[in-house]
């Protein structure tokens, strides 16, 4: 049993793995950089290590520093959260060496799925259907533009190390190609440390769809259903419901039975999620595989009723899973709206500063995965993400009223915020009917120019 963890993270995350650990009887250590002393995973958990200044490079993705804490304050296990070091198989690797329990997949799986290009060729072995696209590093501008024109146009350029939206460039048509790789390859070093990329046919407005994972070191492998991320902006979600309203019987029954074939297949042994593109035809292809905690899990749990951070630190401490795929049932809707702190009106620019007053909604139904307070300055250095609104209730249209409410009564003053905007989408004809799509968010944010006359 694992008695003490380490949590190298921060933030929201950093809280609600804190919360499940008591309830487990689990002591917990928070790491924090001096922008963050009077945060609230500080000063929730058992024990608090500050192991830099406020850059993340100084901090929070310092490994050396944070295995020393979890050393120094004898811990047994390191909970990497979510973004940071939770995808990094050398620090899961530093994690084991260290005589200490890495709470996510083995380090060999994570560099596998790690790499875009590398899992695609994994998929494609083991039978589950991906983009049409590159199956190797794309070397140099020739030989992209040989298979750009041979998969045929549109094509994105990704990174093949890279996550949330960075190093990716949609081509439309060949004269765009050089600047589109340049740029992607640019991107892709200065953000990931690596310039490799590769290229795809671009799905033109597909529907993104996940599947939420659980598999233990034993070889047992259970989903939580789907999860619809499709409203986006510039790749990064900002509403997540589960179920996908939209996804046919027979169409989501294939999608899990191929996640769960994947996972089988590189013998995966953790939390994880596939994320899928789903077409207007019907038909789907494998993206990505994220082996870590999602930001959106909260509704997965809504769903099903299980604890995903419980099942996580269970699997990592090497206990069988308990849970039989048939005793889990899909039970009602659930709605993730992310609050940020950022001037919509400024095209989402973040918003730091202090909190002068707070005020969560609740009742039946309602959930607030959050680690602001009021007082609480926002630091600058950080992602703009201030709390998730999570709303749940028997149907979709029910779900949908009650996020409005919800949504009504929180309050958050000192920062501009995103509250509104998410108010609004929520009585769009479009969202309502869950027709939306990865391309939705720039018609909406059209539809609101021309009904204000102002740019947003």
């Not at 008695?3 to 002591?27: F, H, P, S, Y």
């Not at 902006?233 to 997540?240: A, G, V």
């Amino acid at each position: 049993m694992i008695k003490k963890i380490l949590i190298a993270n921060r933030g929201e995350i950093a809280v609600r793995i804190i919360r499940t650990c008591k309830e487990m009887g689990i002591k917990t250590v928070s790491v924090y950089s001096t922008a963050d002393k009077d945060a609230l995973h500080v000063q929730i958990a058992d024990e608090a290590v500050c192991i830099g200044s406020p850059k993340a490079m100084d901090s929070y993705l310092n490994m050396s520093n944070i295995i020393e804490a979890a050393c120094q304050t004898g811990c047994d296990a390191i909970h990497p959260g979510f973004g940071f070091l939770s995808e990094n198989p050398r620090f899961a690797r530093l994690v084991i060496g260290c005589g200490l329990i890495f709470i996510g997949p083995n380090p060999e799986t994570i560099e596998k799925l790690g790499n875009k290009s590398e899992a695609r060729k994994i998929m494609i072995e083991a039978g589950v259907p991906v983009v049409p696209g590159s199956k190797e590093i794309i070397k140099d501008v020739d030989e992209g533009k040989k298979l750009a024109n041979d998969i045929t146009y549109p094509v994105i350029i990704k990174a093949s190390n890279g996550g949330g939206g960075r190093g990716m460039r949609i081509v439309r048509k060949e004269e765009e190609f050089e600047d589109a790789f340049n740029a992607a390859t640019s991107e892709a070093k200065a953000c990931f440390g690596d310039s490799d990329v590769y290229i795809e046919k671009y799905i033109e407005k597909p529907k993104h769809i996940e599947i939420q994972l659980i598999a233990d070191k034993h070889g047992n492998v259970i989903h939580l259903f789907e999860r619809d991320c499709s409203f986006q902006r510039r790749n990064q979600k900002l509403i997540e419901e589960a179920p996908c309203h939209m996804l046919k019987d027979d169409i989501r029954q294939s999608m899990i039975n191929d996640a769960i074939k994947a996972c089988k297949y590189v013998g995966y042994d953790s939390v994880g999620t596939i994320e899928f593109l789903l077409d207007k035809s019907g038909k789907y292809y494998f993206m990505e595989m994220n082996t870590r905690i999602q930001v959106e899990h909260p509704i997965s749990e809504m769903i099903s009723g299980v604890d995903i951070v419980k099942q996580q630190i269970k699997v990592a401490g090497g206990q069988k899973l308990t849970l039989k795929q048939e005793d889990i049932k899909q039970n009602g809707y659930a709605i993730e709206c992310r609050i940020n702190a950022e001037d919509v009106e400024r095209n989402f620019a973040p918003s730091g500063g202090k909190i002068n007053f707070l005020h969560i909604p609740g009742g039946r139904g309602i959930r607030v995965d959050s680690a602001v307070y009021t007082g609480y300055e926002i630091p600058p250095f950080y992602d703009s993400m201030i709390l998730k609104l999570i709303a749940f209730a028997p149907t979709r249209l029910e779900c949908i009223k009650k996020m409005r409410v919800a949504l009504e009564e929180l309050i958050i003053d000192g920062v501009k915020t995103n509250i509104e905007f998410h108010y609004l989408v929520l009585h769009n004809k479009t969202f309502i009917e869950g027709k939306y799509d990865t391309g939705f968010f720039e018609e909406f944010i059209k539809e609101l120019e021309e009904q204000s006359g102002e740019l947003i």
